[in-house]
Each structure stands twice: as C-alpha cells, then as structure tokens.
C-alpha cells in the first residue's frame, strides 16, 4: 500500500513538472517574440531620428544670425526712405522673419522629437537586457525542471523494480506457504490415521484380554 501510494505520488509530482515546463516553455517562446518585437521597434526608431536629422536646417547658425541682424534693423532703422518702399522692405523682412520663425519652431520639434525617441531607444534597451536577463533565467529554470524530471523518472524506475521484485519475492512465498501447508495436512492426515491404528489396536488387544480371562 505504501509503495503504490509512493508511486502514485511520484506520477503526480511527474505531471505537474511537465506540465510547469510546458508553461516556461510557453512563457520563453513568448519572450523571445516580445524581444523580436522590441529589435524591430528600436530599427524604426533608428530610421526615424536619421530622417529628423536630415530635416534639420544646416546652416541654423547662420539663420539665427540673420534673424538677429533683421531684428535689429528693423528696431533701429533711420533711413530716410519713402514711406511706401519702407513698408515693402519691412514686409519682405517680416516675411523672412517668420519663415525662420516657422524653421526655429521645427528645429525645436525635430530637438524635442529627437529627446523623446532617444528616451525610448534606452527604455527599449533596457527592457532588451530586462529579456536577455529573463531569458536566461529561464533557461537556468528549464534546465533545473528537466533535471529534476529525469531524477524523478530514475526514482520511478527504481521503485517499480523493486515493486517487481517484492511481488516477485511474495508470490514465491506463496507458492512456499502453499506447500508446506500441504505438508502439514499431510502429516495432519497421517496423524489422524496413526491415530485409528492405534486405538484398533487398542481394542484388539482388550478384546483378547477378555477373552483371555
């Protein structure tokens, strides 16, 4: 009884590791994607922050110079032309102001734009060592699972062996009882008649005893 409840213990203990290495299996398969997923994310950004550079004005410094030089003129400006030619320049210098307004306002987007991406690209490398770590701690795991799987089968295989040879060993003690309990019925059986050979003789005897007297 100990034995079989030992055995059915251990065939428990056996389901329940497969089916925990089926789910880190599962888990380390869903990982690996995940990981798939984030490497082609990070290329995205990669290809993203090198098309915002490229829209990044070259000469920015040379702009915010001619902003400055335009602004100050416009400030200061004394010359004595006529009113309608000076309000032409300043409208074509106003107008040039804007657009390198508009380009500021774009510099400044591609900058901002370029901060966040950069946030994600080291979120998105740290959650990449996050896996990497993951991963191997799984592996470790699995390993550890399987291991404990094969101990577990060698564990079986040696109590059902040694079942095999208890019940081997208990059908010869059978066989043994069996037999001797032949034996005595026998000398019971031989008893009994020496028993009646005895007791005729007995009463062979008294008879010739009386007859005798």
């Not at 003129?73 to 508009?102: H, M």
């Amino acid at each position: 009884m100990e034995i079989g409840s030992r055995e059915w213990e251990l065939d428990l203990q056996v389901r329940r590791l497969k089916h925990e290495i089926k789910q880190k299996t599962a888990n380390y398969e869903q990982l690996k994607e995940d990981k798939k997923r984030a490497e082609e994310s990070k290329n995205e950004v990669h290809i993203l922050i090198n098309s915002l550079k490229d829209n990044i004005p070259n000469s920015w410094d040379e702009a915010v110079t001619n902003l400055n030089k335009i602004k100050h003129i416009l400030k200061n400006s004394t010359n004595p032309e006529s009113k309608v030619d000076r309000t032409a320049r300043i409208f074509l210098l106003k107008s040039e102001i804007k657009k390198l307004e508009q380009k500021n306002e774009k510099f400044q987007f591609c900058v901002d734009m370029l901060e966040q991406k950069t946030k994600e690209i080291n979120s998105i490398e740290f959650k990449n060592e996050h896996l990497k770590l993951t991963l191997e701690n799984l592996e470790d795991e699995k390993q550890e699972a399987l291991n404990k799987y094969k101990a577990f089968e060698k564990q079986k295989e040696i109590l059902l062996n040694k079942c095999g040879k208890m019940l081997t060993d208990s059908n010869r003690l059978r066989e043994e009882i069996n037999i001797m309990k032949e034996k005595v019925e026998k000398q019971n059986n031989l008893i009994q008649e020496l028993k009646l050979q005895k007791e005729k003789q007995n009463k062979s005897k008294i008879i010739k005893h009386n007859k005798m007297s």
